[in-house]
T-cell receptor, first 114, second 116 residues
Framework: QKEVEQDPGPLSVPEGAIVSLNCTYS??????FMWYRQYSRKGPELLMY????GNKEDGRFTAQVDKSSKYISLFIRDSQPSDSATYLC??????????????FGKGTHLIIQP | KAGVTQTPRYLIKTRGQQVTLSCSPI?????VSWYQQTPGQGLQFLFE???????NKGNFPGRFSGRQFSNSRSEMNVSTLELGDSALYLC???????????????FGSGTRLTVV
């Protein structure tokens, strides 16, 4: 079993819908959680960074961490075609990654239909 | 503000050859990390350099090596290339990297390596 599990999709939703993306993990020592967005032929771009449990909101994006369930989520409100990309969750034991760097999920391919 | 620059963007090499990839981090960033991205394994950590020293290393064979220069630019080298080394190689920079206090990394667009 991989340390971080993420449904690869594709997840296809109509424009304007609320999108929910999720990751589960097995290492209870993870404390720092990130979401990255990756467009085709580009590197990952940091969207959200959270520490420990709770919610964090930034514009149309909300990151949620439930450490008791080892489950993290990213919600996108009022989704736009420009949100179509692969979304990667990442986590680490300490800020900036531990000795093993950041541990990534494989990514969910999201398609927003106009 | 310039981002993370990786060169070249694309490379085609033959099995058994060696290859060197280059990464210029954001100005002022002293940590450079390298990741390999494949469809099967996703992103996997190769190693991190900070102030010209390798600080951490992932679970990759010794054929994968790197170095960092005094201006924080980094190079990654893969010797005796295998077909399985075909991947997108990503460089990520941050102020302090795994040293703590970093809030995520800035990635370059990667070098797409194809081994034939």
């Amino acid at each position: 079993q991989k340390e971080v599990e993420q449904d690869p999709g594709p997840l296809s939703v109509p424009e304007g819908a609320i999108v929910s993306l999720n990751c589960t993990y097995s290492n209870s020592a993870f404390q720092y959680f990130m979401w990255y967005r990756q467009y085709s032929r580009k590197g990952p771009e940091l969207l959200m960074y959270t520490y420990s449990s709770g919610n964090k909101e930034d514009g149309r994006f909300t990151a949620q961490v439930d450490k008791s369930s080892k489950y993290i989520s990213l919600f996108i409100r009022d989704s736009q075609p420009s949100d179509s990309a692969t979304y990667l969750c990442a986590m680490s034991v300490r800020s900036g990654g531990g000795a093993d760097g950041l541990t990534f999920g494989k990514g969910t391919h999201l398609i927003i239909q106009p | 503000k310039a981002g993370v620059t990786q060169t070249p963007r694309y490379l085609i090499k033959t099995r058994g050859q060696q290859v060197t990839l280059s990464c210029s981090p954001i100005s002022g960033h002293r940590s450079v990390s390298w990741y390999q991205q494949t469809p099967g394994q996703g992103l996997q950590f190769l190693f991190e350099y900070f102030s010209e020293t390798q600080r951490n290393k992932g679970n990759f064979p010794g054929r994968f090596s790197g170095r960092q220069f005094s201006n924080s630019r980094s190079e990654m080298n893969v010797s005796t290339l295998e077909l399985g080394d075909s991947a997108l190689y990503l460089c990520a920079s941050s102020l302090t990297g795994t040293g703590g206090g970093s809030y995520g990394y800035t990635f370059g667009s990667g070098t797409r390596l194809t081994v034939v």
